[in-house]
T-cell receptor, first 112, second 115 residues
Framework: AQTVTQSQPEMSVQEAETVTLSCTYD???????LFWYKQPPSRQMILVIR??????QNATENRFSVNFQKAAKSFSLKISDSQLGDAAMYFC?????????FGAGTILRVKS | ETGVTQTPRHLVMGMTNKKSLKCEQH?????MYWYKQSAKKPLELMFV???????ENNSVPSRFSPECPNSSHLFLHLHTLQPEDSALYLC??????????????FGPGTRLLVL
């Protein structure tokens, strides 16, 4: 069965600095997508970034990038130049033909 | 943030009550989803509808009954709930449920408290 593990319940980062949120997953499938979603306090969850398993190049969206290590089944999210608006719960998600699985989330706090 | 709306935003109900959660999407999508979000637990996918047909039911107790009258509306009917059912219930939509790369668009959720 597919599982997604986010081992950091909470993380803190100083404004303008860089933080990495970890995510590992377990699957025997070869074709899948991985996603990071962001859920700001009292606001709707939105997509941050996604990665196709067949692509070796790490996805990047402005200040957000991933470190995708397929063999290690790791999919970490790096946030550069952190801003106060980045404070949120971040969910890692795995999507295959048969499954859509989310992790438990990591709360990110940004200090000014 | 008006693409997917959910009502009510907050709901308190007794274990013998019957209530319904409503979700509406204005994005022209064909797939809709119900999730349960509990503190410190993974987001749990409950139901998936694609073109009004239920395509997934993740062993959800029968006290939760979904209804999808059309591609824009999704309901979750609740009856004889338990206190452990208290959670944030999220609705989401996507263009279809079949493509792996599709982004899901989430509603703001309904905060449910069962007394």
């Amino acid at each position: 069965a597919q599982t997604v593990t986010q081992s950091q319940p909470e993380m803190s980062v100083q404004e303008a600095e860089t933080v990495t949120l970890s995510c590992t997953y377990d699957t025997s499938e070869s074709d899948y997508y991985l996603f990071w979603y962001k859920q700001p306090p009292s606001r709707q969850m939105i997509l941050v970034i996604r990665q196709e398993a067949y692509k070796q190049q790490n996805a990047t969206e402005n200040r957000f990038s991933v470190n995708f290590q397929k063999a290690a089944k790791s999919f970490s999210l790096k946030i550069s130049d952190s801003q106060l608006g980045d404070a949120a719960m971040y969910f890692c998600a795995f999507r295959s033909v048969d499954k859509l699985v989310f992790g438990a989330g990591t709360i990110l706090r940004v200090k000014s | 943030e008006t693409g997917v709306t959910q009502t009510p935003r907050h709901l308190v109900m007794g274990m013998t009550n019957k209530k319904s959660l409503k979700c509406e999407q204005h994005l022209g999508h064909n797939a809709m989803y119900w999730y349960k979000q509990s503190a410190k637990k993974p987001l749990e996918l409950m139901f998936v509808y694609n073109f009004k047909e239920q395509t997934e039911n993740n062993s959800v107790p029968s006290r939760f009954s979904p209804e999808c009258p059309n591609s824009s509306h999704l309901f979750l009917h609740l009856h004889t709930l338990q206190p452990e059912d208290s959670a944030l219930y999220l609705c989401a939509s996507s263009l279809t449920s079949g493509a792996l790369q599709e982004t899901q668009y989430f509603g703001p959720g309904t905060r449910l408290l069962v007394l």
